[in-house]
């Protein structure tokens, strides 16, 4: 994305911010991107640098109005506004936007914690069955028949804000369904101005471990953490933390391995 559309992106996520989140504003923006998605045409003159901006917004407000609420009308000529390196970058910000509205619906409802929660241990549950996996990631069988059976997994179990989530994640736009699933994770916890860490460690941490780590990894990095704690017997002792790009690894494995190393150098 050129310095323009994102500037775009950032006035339509302040007006996400300041308006009033429905349940249905991040499908009504999902539906938007799949409308990009399947018509390569309007995608282009809604992204088309050569055409006036004015032509480009009042083309999305002549085939969305009445289609789409006022809200969400607003965030998509809001971006539509902007300038963007290829036409599939704005279905990109469209969906991050959808996201966002999930999530700040959530956060409405104060169930931030749960969705969070909800979608951590999905992600856990579809790393742990590679059939299941292998079937929602499959392109050869239809979509709606692949979110119908996210959704026959989550049935009683989930908030409805998680199952449309899932739904999108599975719609699979260019990440895996587990990218996809981090990716809602990590947006969840930039609402609360939080970064999450992956926590692995042989046996599960009680209350009070999970607390004092938290606010550890908190001081270290100068911001609020959320904990996603993985119970994996292949960790000999200690505890792996990954945070973005870094990794903090204090298992005895790892200091092993590096004790091996030293020796052999």
């Known amino acids: 994305m050129r310095g323009a559309s994102r500037e775009s992106l950032a006035r339509a996520l302040?007006?996400?911010?300041?308006?009033?989140?429905?349940?249905?504003?991040?499908?009504?923006?999902?539906?938007?991107?799949?409308?990009?998605?399947?018509?390569?045409?309007?995608?282009?003159?809604l992204t088309d640098p050569a055409r006036p901006k004015a032509a480009r917004t009042g083309l999305a407000d002549?085939?969305?109005?009445?289609?789409?609420?006022?809200?969400?009308?607003?965030?998509?000529?809001?971006?539509?506004?902007?300038?963007?390196?290829?036409?599939?970058?704005?279905?990109d910000a469209l969906e991050k936007l959808s996201v966002d509205a999930d999530v700040a619906y959530a956060d409405g409802q104060r169930k931030l914690d749960e969705?969070?929660?909800?979608?951590?241990?999905?992600?856990?549950?579809?790393?742990?069955?590679?059939?299941?996996?292998?079937?929602?990631?499959?392109?050869?069988?239809?979509?709606?028949?692949?979110?119908?059976l996210i959704r026959g997994l989550l049935a009683g179990?989930?908030?409805?804000?998680?199952?449309?989530?899932?739904?999108?994640?599975?719609?699979?736009?260019?990440?895996?369904?587990?990218?996809a699933l981090r990716s809602q994770q990590t947006a969840a916890a930039a609402r609360r101005s939080a970064s999450i860490a992956?926590?692995?460690?042989?046996?599960?941490?009680?209350e009070a471990e999970r607390t004092r780590l938290a606010e550890a990894l908190g001081r270290q990095y100068g911001r609020q953490i959320q904990l996603n704690v993985i119970v994996d017997p292949s960790v000999v002792g200690g505890v792996r933390v990954d945070i973005g790009d870094d990794v903090i690894d204090g298992t005895i494995a790892a200091r092993l391995d590096e004790a091996s190393r030293r020796i052999a150098g």
């Open 14 to 45: 302040e007006a996400l911010a300041g308006s009033t989140v429905t349940e249905e504003l991040g499908t009504e923006l999902f539906s938007v991107v799949t409308l990009l998605d399947s018509n390569g045409t309007l995608r282009r003159a």
């Open 62 to 91: 002549q085939l969305l109005r009445g289609k789409i609420s006022d809200t969400a009308l607003a965030l998509v000529v809001a971006a539509v506004e902007g300038r963007w390196s290829s036409s599939r970058d704005l279905g």
């Open 115 to 148: 969705l969070e929660d909800q979608l951590f241990r999905l992600e856990r549950i579809i790393a742990a069955e590679r059939a299941l996996a292998a079937k929602l990631g499959d392109r050869g069988i239809p979509l709606a028949q692949r979110q119908e």
């Open 157 to 179: 179990k989930a908030d409805a804000t998680t199952v449309r989530l899932a739904e999108r994640a599975v719609a699979g736009r260019g990440l895996s369904l587990a990218a």
């Open 198 to 206: 992956t926590v692995r460690v042989a046996q599960d941490l009680s």
